[in-house]
């Protein structure tokens, strides 16, 4: 059993999906990943929205916007939609993703959830240990030829219909000094 950084809020309505030393780069994965965990108005993505956004990052219609990992980055008019300046399109990170979650969909299926109302509620990509290659150079030298791989674990969270406030009268707040007023006023009727 793997160890996920996180306990899911409520055990019984999540689905979790993990993925461990995935050969794609960690910066672009975890850029990517942080562009589907919360939409426009911060609150957690749906699933189903988050699936359209990467499928729509792998046809160069959005981009993911890059803010951590983001020197030597270009910029581009896509990124505007998330207030940034510079954007890529990580295909294969967004294909790595896009299939985790589809796995995690699977899951939720499995223990019976609303796939409809999925949303993304924790997502994390982590750096695993680098893969180790070699170039050939000039002179007969010899170069390291690292790789960045990561993990990746993410849980889906079945979102709970909202509920409204009942309406209830307007609750009087006072301090002690109103308080203490409103005691003199309504105790001595001053008979004389």
């Known amino acids: 059993m793997v160890k996920y950084s996180c306990e899911a809020s409520h055990p019984n309505k999540c689905a979790k999906a993990l993925g461990q030393d995935l050969?794609?780069?960690?910066?672009?994965?975890?850029e990517t990943a942080m562009a589907i965990k919360t939409d426009k108005r911060g609150n957690p993505?749906?699933?189903?929205?988050?699936?359209?956004?990467?499928?729509?990052?792998?046809?160069?219609?959005?981009?993911?916007?890059?803010?951590?990992?983001?020197?030597?980055?270009?910029?581009?008019?896509?990124?505007?939609?998330?207030?940034?300046?510079?954007?890529?399109?990580?295909?294969?990170?967004?294909?790595?993703?896009?299939?985790?979650?589809?796995?995690?969909?699977?899951?939720?299926?499995q223990k019976n959830l609303d796939t409809e109302n999925l949303v993304v509620e924790h997502i994390e990509v982590s750096r695993a240990p680098r893969g180790r290659r070699r170039t050939y150079r000039a002179h007969g030298r010899i170069n390291a030829y690292m790789s960045s791989p990561c993990h990746i674990q993410l849980i889906l969270r079945e979102d709970s219909k909202a509920v409204e406030k009942p309406k209830d009268k307007k609750i009087i707040r006072l301090s002690?000094?109103?308080?203490?007023?409103?005691?003199?006023?309504?105790?001595?009727d001053n008979k004389a």
């Open 176 to 188: 002690k000094k109103q308080l203490a007023r409103r005691r003199i006023r309504v105790g001595n």
């Open 45 to 109: 993505m749906k699933l189903q929205a988050a699936k359209q956004y990467l499928e729509q990052v792998i046809e160069g219609k959005r981009c993911v916007p890059f803010r951590r990992y983001s020197n030597n980055i270009g910029r581009t008019a896509q990124a505007k939609e998330f207030k940034a300046t510079q954007g890529r399109w990580p295909v294969k990170s967004c294909k790595i993703l896009l299939g985790l979650l589809k796995n995690a969909e699977a899951n939720a299926e």
């Open 23 to 30: 050969r794609v780069h960690f910066k672009n994965t975890y």
